[in-house]
């Protein structure tokens, strides 16, 4: 069965530029979350969706923002990029509202700003 | 707020050494996550353990939970160069005031093996 997708790869961006990050999760996963991971600062939780909903935001600024799809797929939003947002960011889908199954994540998207 | 604090931060084994990783927690832990990952990567599950006492074992991996729940250690038995990477623990912070995945990570520990 296929894993957590997450595109692009990689993507360069020029300071106050906006981007999108996709992710797929693993079929019949309703939750997604998704995380920051930076050297200085590691992972850090920036949202989670269920059902089309966001249920949790982390401690980030208005210019970070999702959404979940009837299907599951996440989008997550940056305007008004920054230097201090390079960094790889991470979804994870899980089954179910706790994550008693576990969290299953994607490769990243290493973005560069 | 809940902090996981892992020791060592980076670690240099020859092959075919024990090694030890730990997870201490500010709080009780009620779930914790073991994960690996290769630099720039994202995270390979490894183990989770929800109770007291409880140990798993997957090929030469082992993780343990405390008693108390507060500390969690992972062992890896006869270290081979495929072992090598970054080891993180998570836990969710709120598993009973409300239904919300979300996941604190220790800050990792960096495993080099050394053929």
């Known amino acids: 069965k296929a894993g957590v997708t997450q595109t692009p790869r990689y993507l360069i961006k020029t300071r106050g530029q906006q981007v999108t990050l996709s992710c797929s999760p693993i079929s019949g ?32 600024p208005g210019r970070f923002s999702g959404r979940q799809f009837s299907n599951s797929r996440s989008e997550m939003n940056v305007s008004t990029l920054e230097l201090g947002d390079s960094a790889l960011y991470l979804c994870a889908s899980s089954l179910d509202v706790r994550g008693l199954y576990g969290y299953t994540f994607g490769s990243g998207t290493r973005l560069t700003v | 707020s809940q902090e996981l604090e892992q020791s060592p931060q980076s670690l240099i084994v020859q092959e075919g050494k024990n090694l030890t990783i730990n997870c201490t927690s500010s709080k009780t832990l009620y779930g914790l996550y073991w994960y ?13 353990l929800q109770k007291g006492g409880e140990e798993k074992s997957h090929e030469k991996i082992t993780a343990k939970l405390d008693e108390k729940k507060q500390q969690s250690s992972l062992h890896i038995t006869a270290s081979q160069p495929s072992h090598a990477g970054i080891y993180l623990c998570g836990a969710d912070p709120d598993p009973i005031g409300g239904a919300t995945n979300k996941l604190i990570f220790g800050t990792g520990t960096l495993l080099a093996v050394q053929p």
């Open chain 2, 36 to 48: 690996k990952q290769k630099y720039g990567e994202g995270l390979i599950f490894l183990m989770m």
């Open chain 1, 29 to 60: 996963h309703r939750s997604v979350s998704w995380y920051q991971q930076t050297p200085g600062q590691g992972l850090q939780f920036l949202f989670e969706y269920f059902s089309e909903t966001q249920r949790n935001k982390g401690n980030f």
